[in-house]
């Protein structure tokens, strides 16, 4: 007898969806049914430590490095401008790779998230 097809989502697309708001982390933490993934749970991990790192960085460029008397407005934006980009396009690249099966460790966080993926 052939085996029966896996309903349900796939744990690429549960892993690229986790990047996507702290909210769906949080859920894909929480249910028993998608916890249980160490795929899903290395995802969910690393994008809550990643939105927690960019809100912090995005906190620290725009409140407190205009504080800084000695920077100029203009290299105030374009720190800014380029900071949104950088985390843009690495938000991008760990979607797209959850997305492709690839378990992309971002630095400083992957290794910490990987290792939470198999408690």
Excluded at 30 to 59: C, D, M
Excluded at 61 to 90: H, N, Q, T
Aim: some cysteine.
């Amino acid at each position: 007898m052939p085996n029966p097809k896996r309903t349900g989502l796939s744990d690429n697309f549960l892993g690229a969806t986790a990047y996507f708001t702290p909210f769906m982390a949080f859920f894909l933490l929480a249910i028993r049914r998608y916890n249980k993934r160490p795929y899903v749970r290395f995802h969910a991990w690393q994008s809550l430590l990643f939105e927690l790192f960019s809100f912090t960085f995005g906190y620290l460029l725009f409140y407190v490095l205009p504080i800084a008397k000695f920077i100029g407005l203009r290299v105030w934006i374009g720190l800014i401008c380029l900071g949104g980009l950088a985390v843009s396009i690495l938000w991008l690249w760990c979607v797209m790779s959850a997305l492709s099966g690839k378990r992309f460790k971002l630095p400083l966080i992957g290794a910490w998230a990987d290792e939470q993926a198999y408690r």
